[in-house]
């Protein structure tokens, strides 16, 4: 069975991040995103992954080549974004059109047995069998009306506020009859939650499996750190083998400190923390349930609190960063400053001064 991964496009708040790597090379827990998709999808029934890339597509295919975790991988490449219905028809011809096949938005975390949803298609016998699960907040997703028989009667992609047809929204894993691939328009950009599902909906073709397992779509910072801390206590420990760690500094699992990294005196760092290869800390510095990229500088005394450090960024003395805060790549933090409540720092920007307002973007 062949499967296809969504992985393009931006539309993300993760987008200061975006700059030096593609999103789906975003670490989770010191792994890039896209790892954790095809290790997912291996133990299925799926032997082939066909990657729909376009922008930094050349990252991903460095990154991960021709196979990984048993699966053959396709690299369909597309020379400006299709959306989420036009890469399918586009790889039409990497498909087996005898069989059906798997979509996965390849901003996913979860553990959830592809298998059982395949296996629930055929039972099914309709045209598009979504993956589905109950969410508080439905806003940010499809959200789906379903039927006693599991038909999904309607999709409502992004609904306004107190128009959500129910919490359970669409997981963004299908399974799909190459049939579904008539309803997308050839060559342009389409979207499959506004264009397709509800076409669908209507011809009482779809139908929704709900699961109950761990998913997280990791587009915004919390569900960023969020997956990110979910993966860390699946793995063991503390993991810092390979790190240079002051004897007077402290580790509290689970952490996973990758090659190169440094930790200074009297450090304290986790629980749930990642920090990528080369980063360097300094003393009296407190981490805690965060991520820091390759190469940033921390400087003596700092503290990182529920927040987003990106590639070589620079961090210096006595600073705080806190609450769901996004510094961008290479960003600059000057001595003393405190940054909360969810601030994003744009890459290459300095900062001299505290920002303690909501969701503010410099
Ligand atoms: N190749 C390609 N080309 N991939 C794209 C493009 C594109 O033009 N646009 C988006 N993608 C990929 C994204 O990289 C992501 O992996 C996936 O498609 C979904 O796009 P998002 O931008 O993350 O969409 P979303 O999270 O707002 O909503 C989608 O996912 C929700 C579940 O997480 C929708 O499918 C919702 O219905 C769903 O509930
Ligand atoms: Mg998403």
Redesign the pocket.
């Known amino acids: 069975m062949k499967a296809i991964i969504?992985?393009?496009?931006f539309?993300?708040r993760l987008r200061p991040l975006s700059c030096t790597r593609p999103?789906m090379l975003l670490p989770v827990a010191n792994q890039p995103l896209i790892d954790w998709c095809l290790m997912n999808l291996s133990k299925s029934d799926v032997d082939t992954a066909i990657l729909?890339?376009?922008y930094f597509a050349e990252a991903l295919v460095r990154y991960l080549g021709t196979t990984k975790y048993d699966l053959g991988i396709l690299y369909s490449r597309?020379q400006r974004?299709?959306?989420?219905g036009g890469?399918l028809k586009k790889a039409k011809e990497m498909l087996n059109l005898n069989e059906p096949f798997i979509v996965m938005?390849?901003?996913?975390i979860t553990d959830f047995d592809i298998k059982r949803l395949v296996d629930y298609h055929k039972e099914k016998k309709g045209l598009a069998t979504l993956a589905i699960i109950e969410v508080p907040d439905p806003g940010?997703?499809?959200s789906v009306e379903r039927d006693s028989e599991s038909h999904i009667t309607r999709f409502v992609?992004k609904p306004e506020p107190g128009k959500a047809p129910s919490n359970l929204?669409?997981?963004?894993i299908y399974v799909l009859e190459p049939e579904v691939l008539n309803y997308i328009p050839n060559g342009g950009k389409v979207s499959i939650?506004r264009q397709v599902f509800p076409i669908l909906a209507k011809e009482g073709k779809l139908y929704g499996y709900e699961i109950h397992a761990q998913w997280i779509?990791v587009?915004v910072s919390e569900d960023y750190l969020r997956a990110n801390a979910l993966l860390l206590n699946r793995s063991d420990g503390v993991k810092a083998e390979k790190a240079k760690v002051n004897q007077t500094a402290t580790l509290i699992s689970p952490c996973n400190l990758a090659e190169g990294v440094e930790i200074g005196e009297d450090s304290i760092i986790g629980p749930n923390v990642a920090i990528a290869e080369n980063v360097l800390v300094g003393k009296g510095c407190r981490i805690e349930n965060s991520i820091i990229f390759p190469g940033a500088t921390i400087g003596d005394y700092t503290n990182i609190k529920n927040a987003i450090i990106g590639e070589n960024a620079i961090l210096h003395r006595w600073v705080k960063i806190e609450s769901g805060s996004l510094i961008g790549d290479y960003a600059e933090i000057e001595d003393g400053v405190t940054l909360t409540r969810g601030v994003t720092v744009c890459p290459s920007k300095t900062v001299g001064e505290s920002v303690l307002d909501q969701h503010q973007v410099m």
């Open positions: 969504l992985a393009g496009g539309g993300t999103k729909a890339v376009n597309e974004p299709m959306g989420t890469p938005n390849g901003d996913i940010r997703f499809g992609e929204i669409n997981a963004g939650e779509d587009g």
